[in-house]
């Protein structure tokens, strides 16, 4: 079966620095697909960015990028320039079957 | 109106209750999904339906009902539930359900179940 781990509870930044948030998963398959969704307060969640497996090239949308190692079966998101916005609920994805337990990122001003 | 729309979006009901949430999609999807999550647990896939018709069940318990009128809808009934079964109660659609289930997920924002 497919597991998901989000080993950090919790993680705090500054505004406008750096952040890395840790997600390792179990999978038999060669060919899928892994997702980084935030929830805010408002409760809705929102996708952040999606990685095929089958690509190398690290998927990267604006200030969000990730570090995928396949052979470690690792999935760690990077958030630059943190703002006051990205406060909320992070959850790893593996497919839409396979969920972590969620890192809940402060950022502090 | 766009997006997932779940209604109600707070709901308390005995145990002894039925009970019923909603969850309407205006995105042209045709898969839709039921999601449970609770404190510090991950989302747990309760339901999927894909063009009307159900195609995942995770060992959901009978009191859980859900139903697929048509793929703009989804609803899921509930009776006979237990304390342990508050949650936040996520529904989702995505453009397809295909092999692979690699299509992005587009979520409303939950109805939160507490269950006395």
């Known amino acids: 079966a497919q597991t998901v781990t989000q080993s950090q509870p919790e993680m705090s930044v500054q505004e406008a620095e750096t952040v890395t948030l840790s997600c390792t998963y179990d999978t038999s398959e060669s060919d899928y697909y892994l997702f980084w969704y935030k929830q805010p307060p408002s409760r809705q969640m929102i996708l952040v960015i999606r990685?095929?497996?089958?690509?190398?090239q690290n998927a990267t949308e604006n200030r969000f990028s990730v570090n995928f190692q396949k052979a470690a079966k690792s999935f760690s998101l990077k958030i630059s320039d943190s703002q006051l916005g990205d406060a909320a609920m992070y959850f790893c994805a593996y497919d839409d079957m396979r969920f972590g337990a969620g890192t809940r990122l402060t950022v502090k001003p | 109106e766009t997006g997932v729309t779940q209604t109600p979006r707070h709901l308390v009901m005995g145990m002894t209750n039925k009970k019923s949430l909603k969850c309407e999609q205006h995105?042209?999807?045709?898969?839709m999904y039921w999601y449970k999550q609770s404190a510090k647990k991950p989302l747990e896939l309760m339901f999927v339906y894909s063009l009307e018709e159900r195609v995942e069940n995770n060992s959901v318990p009978s009191r859980f009902s859900p139903e697929c009128p048509n793929s703009s809808h989804l609803f899921l009934h509930l009776h006979t539930l237990q304390p342990e079964d508050s949650a936040l109660y996520l529904c989702?659609?995505?453009?397809?359900?295909?092999?692979?289930?690699?299509?992005?997920?587009?979520f409303g924002s939950g109805t939160q179940l507490s269950v006395l």
């Open positions: 989702a659609s995505s453009q397809d359900r295909g092999t692979g289930n690699h299509e992005k997920l587009f």
């Open positions: 990685q095929e497996a089958y690509k190398q």
């Open positions: 995105l042209g999807h045709n898969a």
